[in-house]
């Protein structure tokens, strides 16, 4: 056994023993992230629904309610904030989706901010963003798109301190996994109403049909399709032809699984 590819799993292709292969010197590929590129565009396209309110805006249309009724637009989000056009923008977590999103964000001219533990360093040159912490991200954007996978480290990585950093007026993205917010701290954030969230994941999910935040209006939801397009199914499969001939025309292949990706899945 020379080669081992995974199509359908989740980036960390939890299914197949990492260890073993390496110490037998199996190749070992996985091209689900072929997914990200629906995913990027998801998070672009959520973020200009949450600059321009997209929301509260659907919600009052179909409640019936006259938009501006007195024709001052003056305290509407969508009015004060608006445009991606030269924004700061903000990204927890830059593997391939995160990669693509910033490609997907130059014609915006935004200014990129990153935090990524797992980085190497010459991505931020090669991608033109500035590293940073946590912290940051939180406090200072314009635009907060969170693309971190799920791992013990992350798993609730964002709770009440967090949260209570960031700053009103922001718009907060989330489109890799619900888990990583605590979700009773999420919820109690954006009562405050001075910040919208545009969330394709949430957690629990299905979201409760009791929960707040479905009635929110600082609220746009989706239910976690940002992955999920048929073009994937053949995506996944053509990316891994591609890796097959490489790996057969003794060339590198492009997208392997490492001990990297051993220490990101379990959070070390």
């Known amino acids: 056994l020379k080669f081992i590819g995974e199509l359908e799993g989740d980036r960390f292709s939890q299914r197949i023993d990492l260890e073993s292969c390496f ?3 199996i190749n070992v590929v996985d091209t689900t992230h072929g997914s990200s590129y629906p995913v990027a565009e998801w998070a672009l396209a959520l973020s200009i629904l949450g600059l321009r309110n997209a929301g509260e805006h659907f ?49 915006f001219k935004t200014t990129n901010f990153v935090y990524d533990p797992y980085l190497e360093p010459e991505i931020a040159d090669i ?39 960031i700053k009103p007026g922001t718009i907060l993205v989330n489109v890799s996994r619900g888990a990583i917010f605590n979700s009773e701290e999420l919820i109690k954030r954006l009562s405050k109403k001075d910040i919208i969230a545009c969330l394709d994941v949430f957690d629990p999910e299905p979201i409760p049909k009791d929960s707040p935040i479905r009635k929110m209006e600082n609220v746009f939801l989706s239910p976690h399709i940002a992955g999920v397009t048929k073009r994937c199914e053949n995506r996944f499969f053509s990316i891994m032809v591609d890796e097959l001939d490489r790996f057969f025309s003794g060339h590198k292949t492009r997208y392997n699984l490492s001990n990297k990706t051993i220490q990101n899945r379990r959070g070390l």
Request: positive net charge.
């Open 23 to 25: 110490e037998k010197g």
């Open 59 to 107: 919600r009052n249309l179909i409640s019936g309610k006259t938009p501006f009724p007195m024709g001052n637009r003056d305290d509407d989000p969508s009015f004060q904030l608006g445009e991606l056009w030269e924004r700061k923008v903000g990204l927890i977590g830059c593997g391939h989706i995160g990669r693509r999103l910033l490609t997907f964000l130059k014609p």
């Open 127 to 165: 991608f033109d963003f500035t590293q940073t912490s946590l912290e940051y991200i939180l406090s200072n954007l314009e635009v907060i798109i969170c693309l971190a996978p799920l791992t013990p480290k992350t798993k609730g990585m964002i709770g009440k301190k967090q949260l209570n950093l």
